[in-house]
């Protein structure tokens, strides 16, 4: 038949985006985050309403940088004023970044225009800071902190987004690579308290009352940021930010973003300048399903490589399982270099876990068998897994919340036969 010879599928088609800066068409789950944004975050301060920043912290590949980078493209259709995803390279001065992010957005919200020189003195500052960074407050140059001209321009800029009744977004992401603690310090302070700020506003009536202005912060990145809060800014930190730690994506997630493809198919241009659908068999969404663990990465990783493995209209069980052979080393570095990444201790945690059957995973059991005397010596690591990574949960008995990383030390996974 003719429609055999029909390429359906593509490389130049696929929806499927593993690993890529941009945000995949199939998209699964995040639902909390998505309408803690629309629901709360944005309407809250729009409304003058005291809301903290958010961080969004979790194991590489879980999908902060694309979740927060969707929430800034909802915001920016709604007509907000949204700086690019700041993604601070290892050891880089986020007040630099911070701050010529912030001169683009005053120039989309036309402060340079305003014949108020008290704003023409504050651009003029915030170039230096723009310029020169941390080293301003080295230099001990004459003149405010850098953290104070960033905070009076964040002002400047929810003023300006009251009277266009528009929210100014500010994502911050790689966090973790601030190694330099007084440019973190000075930047936590900066967004803080321009989040705490309370403006004073005329309302109907005469009545002169305070509200917050409309700044939304969201910081993203792996969850040894947490530790790097502790200290000095640590106070500063909890009090106005609001940490949530991602996990990986529930099966019912994956199955609902593959939905599209099992009912109508999904609709892509095909090469002969028309447009067609793929469609998808059901045991080959429970396939990607399994093969993926709830891991976004892997989601697209799998999806691509079953999108390639045919070039016809209907993606098989058969399909997915080929395509994953050719993807398996790639899924198994993913977990690799998260394992690897972890201090000794918390590793040889995860192993002695994966070692024990599901139901004996108690922190006696654990910790006897990583040679320990007592259990609460395996405390502090146990507690670090849960709480700072999300890889384990601490019930009754011990669960892995990183399917991913379980499967990889409790079985053949990333392999199929
Ligand atoms: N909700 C989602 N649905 C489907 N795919 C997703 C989702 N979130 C992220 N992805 C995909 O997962 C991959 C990893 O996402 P992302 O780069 O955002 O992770 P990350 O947590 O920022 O990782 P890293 O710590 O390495 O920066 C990307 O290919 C992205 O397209
Ligand atoms: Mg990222």
Known sequence: MVDKLIAVRTPLNSP??????????????????????????????????????????????????TLV???????????????????????????????????????????????DRRIGALLARIQSVAASGIALTVRQAPGPDPFTVLRDLLIELG??????????????????????????????????????????????????????????????GLPEFKDMTASRTGATFARRFQTTTLAALDDDDVAAALQPFVIDGWEVP?????????HMEP??????????RGEPFLFQLAGERAWYAAADGVITRAQVLRGWRAARPEAATHVERILDRLPERERQFLEAMAGLPPEQRT???????????????????????DSTRGIIERGRPYTFRHRAAEAYLTSDWPDVS
């Open 363 to 385: 922190l006696t059991n654990i910790a006897s068998s990583m040679g320990l005397a007592k259990a609460t010596e395996a405390g502090p690591t146990s507690q670090r897994l």
């Open 16 to 65: 499927f985006l593993p690993g890529s800066d941009s945000i995949p068409a199939v998209w699964a789950g995040r639902t909390p985050q998505l309408s803690d944004w629309h629901d709360v975050l944005r309407p809250r301060r729009l409304a003058g309403l005291a809301e903290r920043g958010r961080a969004i912290l979790g194991e590489a590949g879980l999908g902060k940088s």
């Open 69 to 115: 980078r969707r929430i800034a493209r909802d915001a920016s259709a709604a007509g907000d004023w949204v700086t690019p995803q700041l993604r601070i390279p290892l050891g880089a001065d986020p007040l630099k970044l911070l701050a010529s992010a912030l001169l683009a957005l005053a120039d989309e919200a036309g402060l340079p225009t305003s014949r």
């Open 283 to 292: 045991d080959a969404v429970r396939a990607i399903i399994d093969l993926c």
């Open 270 to 278: 095909d090469d002969l300048g028309g447009m067609g659908r793929v």
């Open 159 to 220: 003023r300006a987004a009251i009277r266009r009744g528009n929210v100014v977004l500010v994502h911050i992401d790689e966090v973790q690579n601030v190694t330099n603690k007084d440019a973190l310090s000075q930047v936590l302070i900066a967004l803080g308290d321009a989040i705490a700020h309370e403006e004073p506003v005329d309302a109907p009536g005469g009545l002169r009352i305070t509200r917050h202005l409309p700044l939304a912060i969201y910081l993203t």
